[in-house]
């Protein structure tokens, strides 16, 4: 019998009243049989929802059976707003997309629960989901450089290349203005922000949109890949 915590990533019918949960851990992702799940009388409703922080006792290898479900958070706050859903999905088919890829889940697996939890409660939380994407860089090997130019570490005249993955002076290709100084300097704010000593966030609806296309331009050049999520939240906000 194995005991963990894990964020529900996905659900799927099996049989006639079964559930297989995929579920994010600090061991990364697991699959987990919940049977009769399906069932109105199965102890474990309310516990293997999309999205839910749950305590499982399981038993298995490969696809383990759930003995018994403890519901730790279902994160109401983020299912009565069809947007917060939307981004958390997002957040979600990011990390089942790199689970495989050598992440560090020792890290990103808490900071998921603090960040879904900062979602839950947070009337302005979109910085909390490009604070997420932008740390996630960092586990994912293809971290944004700042404080100098990538190529001359030269400290004048920096702007933004997606292309070369931070700063960049006047003197290379791929210099250019696309991004403001605002834009760039919430990215930065974001991607060192420490939630162990929180600090006020500042920004505003322009820089915010601005820096969802920087993310979206950099995930797709250094990641190829854009989720269904995303895809989905273009409808809602028009960008």
């Known amino acids: 019998m194995e005991k963990f915590n894990g964020v529900i990533v996905k659900h799927f019918d099996y049989m006639e009243s079964s559930l297989i949960l ?139 290349s997606i292309q070369e993955g931070g700063m960049i002076c006047d003197d290379h290709p791929h210099a250019n203005n696309e991004y403001s100084h605002q834009c760039v300097e919430l990215f930065e704010f974001l991607y060192y922000y420490d939630l162990q000593h929180p600090s006020s966030i500042e920004t505003d609806h322009e820089t915010l949109a601005e820096l969802r296309h920087l993310l979206d331009a950099y995930y797709w050049y250094h990641l190829q890949i854009k989720t269904k999520s995303r895809t989905v939240l273009e409808g809602f906000l028009g960008y």
């Open 22 to 160: 995929h579920v994010y851990t600090i061991e990364g992702m697991k699959s987990v049989l919940v049977r009769g799940g399906k069932k109105f009388k199965s102890p474990f409703l309310g516990a293997q929802n999309t999205m839910s922080f749950v305590e499982f006792h399981a038993s298995g290898k490969a696809m383990m059976t759930a003995k018994e479900m403890t519901l730790l958070d279902s994160f109401p706050g983020i299912r009565s707003s069809v947007e917060k859903t939307t981004y958390a999905s997002h957040m979600l088919e990011l990390i089942e997309h790199f689970a495989d890829g050598g992440i560090d889940h020792k890290k990103a697996f808490p900071f998921l629960v603090k960040i879904l939890a900062k979602i839950d409660v947070e009337t302005e939380y979109i910085p909390y989901v490009n604070m997420f994407e932008s740390k996630l860089l960092y586990l994912l090997g293809v971290n944004p450089h700042f404080r100098e130019c990538v190529v001359c570490q030269s400290h004048d005249h920096l702007s933004f």
